[in-house]
């Protein structure tokens, strides 16, 4: 399971489920962010644009093949907009290693 944190907050310690664990900084953190219920709790998770920004900007920790095949899924269950893409990519300040295989792939 990965979570996201803040930089300055302590990673929580876990047995199980096994847990990786991001550090964002303020608009990272926030961007993107949905809220969900799930059987009566609610629960924040990422949207897909942001999920697909954010597997390039962890691209060495998950590998590059990971990231481009979320952003193939995505586009072709057309479960998100290349203006959120774009949006999520600037915030992550991810644009410049997105941008060639926006533009292959269009």
């Known amino acids: ?46 949207s897909v644009a942001k999920t697909v920004a954010d597997c390039f900007k962890f691209r060495n920790k998950i590998g590059l093949d990971v990231a481009l095949e979320a952003l193939r899924e995505a586009r072709r269950a057309r479960k998100l907009s290349m203006d959120e893409l774009w949006r999520c990519a600037q915030v992550d300040r991810v644009t410049a290693v997105i941008r060639p295989y926006l533009e292959a792939t269009a």
């Open 1 to 46: 399971v990965w979570i996201a944190i803040g930089n300055k907050e302590h990673a929580p310690r876990m047995d199980y489920p096994p847990l990786r664990v991001v550090r964002f900084s303020g608009p990272s953190l926030a961007e993107g962010v949905e809220s969900l219920l799930v059987n009566g709790t609610e629960i924040r998770v990422t």
